[in-house]
T-cell receptor, first 116, second 111 residues
């Protein structure tokens, strides 16, 4: 079974530039998550999709971050304009079902963003 | 979300058992206890979860205290591949779907 795919794996940009990350979840997984992981910390949820609808985006800095999940499959996360503090690993995860604490999440390898 | 407390770091010798503790004194009756681990330069991966009874799977065992205020993840024979950050997470059913990660326990396995 193919895992969660993310691209690119690494990205270096200057502050005030824009950047986009792509995620392809495991086939058939209805729920998709984007997490931000700053060095030395655990991942923090940015946004959660159920099919192509947003379930939770309370932690997403909406003035600069946006995300979409077209057709309930692939997803893109965009930052525009980037700030130095956005330097982090951006993780995409997917899970099989909707609500339910027992559904495990499968994570991709992440995209390491460096903002200079 | 109810909070968990874990030691920042632990060490273990290769091929010996490892007991990773987690305290969750404010756990509610509907909170499941989940463990994930994150290997270097990888995304987190699911390890195990439980509610009240001890659980075993191919990766590990989860021992849950009778009052559910603490739990222990048990790796029966640590290998070098088990060196990772281990996160203990509480998830409410049918509440929040996301995972609230703390800082976890960094496990070092000594050859």
């Amino acid at each position: 079974e193919a895992g969660v795919a993310q691209s690119p794996r690494y990205k270096i940009i200057e502050k005030r530039q824009s950047v986009a990350f792509w995620c392809n979840p495991i086939s058939g997984h209805a729920t998709l998550y984007w997490y931000q992981q700053i060095l030395g910390q655990g991942p923090k949820l940015l946004i959660q999709f159920q099919n192509n609808g947003v379930v939770d985006d309370s932690q997403l800095p909406k003035d600069r971050f946006s995300a979409e999940r077209l057709k309930g499959v692939d997803s893109t996360l965009k930052i525009q304009p980037a700030k130095l503090e956005d330097s982090a690993v951006y993780l995409c995860a997917s899970s099989l079902g909707p609500q339910g604490a027992t559904y495990e999440q499968y994570f991709g390898p992440g995209t390491r963003l460096t903002v200079t | 979300d109810a909070k968990t407390t874990q030691p920042n770091s632990m060490e273990s010798n290769e091929e010996e058992p490892v007991h990773l503790p987690c305290n969750h004194s404010t756990i509610s009756g509907t909170d499941y206890i989940h463990w994930y681990r994150q290997l270097p330069s990888q995304g987190p991966e699911y390890v195990i979860h439980g509610l009240t009874s001890n659980v075993n799977n191919r990766m590990a065992s989860l021992a849950i205290a009778e009052d559910r205020k603490s739990s222990t993840l048990i790796l029966h024979r640590a290998t070098l591949r088990d060196a990772a950050v281990y996160y203990c997470i509480l998830r409410d059913l049918p509440g929040a779907n996301n995972l609230f990660f703390g800082t976890g326990t960094r496990l070092t396995v000594i050859p």
